[in-house]
C-alpha cells in the first residue's frame, strides 16, 4: 500500500511557476513508476506525466512537453510547472503505477491539489 499526500497548488498567473510535492509514504514507493493526473472542470481526468522507479525515464503528455518536469527521490514526487496557462487550471492528483511510464494509469491516488491560472 502507498500512501500519496500532494502539496503546493495555488492561484498563479499565466506564464508563471509553481512546484507541487507529492510525499509518499509505504516500504515499496521507491520500486514502482510515478505520475501526474489532472482533472479540470468538466473534464476527464488526464495524463500529465510520469517517471521511472530510478528516475531516468520520464514520459509527459503533448501539452505539457517542454513546460512541465517531474522529479523524484526515495520518498517524494515533484513536478515543476513553467510557463503557465490558463488550460493548466485544475485539480493536479500524484498517483503511483504498477505498470510502466507509458501505461498511462495509476493504482495508488493522492487527494489532489487545487492549481489555478489567471489569465
Known amino acids: 500500500q502507498v500512501h500519496l499526500v500532494e502539496s503546493g497548488g495555488g492561484l498563479v498567473q499565466a506564464g508563471g511557476s509553481l512546484r507541487l510535492s507529492c510525499a509518499a509514504s509505504g516500504r515499496t514507493f521507491s520500486s514502482y513508476a510515478s505520475a501526474w493526473f489532472r482533472q479540470a472542470p468538466g473534464k476527464e481526468r488526464e495524463f500529465v506525466a510520469a517517471?521511472?522507479?530510478?528516475?531516468?525515464m520520464t514520459n509527459y503528455a503533448d501539452s505539457v512537453n517542454g513546460r512541465f518536469t517531474i522529479s523524484r527521490d526515495n520518498a517524494n514526487v515533484y513536478l515543476q510547472m513553467n510557463s503557465l496557462k490558463s488550460e493548466d487550471t485544475a485539480v493536479y492528483y500524484c498517483?503511483?503505477?504498477?505498470?510502466?511510464?507509458?501505461?498511462?494509469?495509476?493504482?495508488?491516488w493522492g487527494q489532489g491539489t487545487q492549481v489555478t491560472v489567471s489569465s
Open positions: 517517471i521511472s522507479p530510478s528516475g531516468s
Open positions: 498517483a503511483v503505477t504498477l505498470g510502466s511510464i507509458y501505461s498511462r494509469r495509476a493504482d495508488f
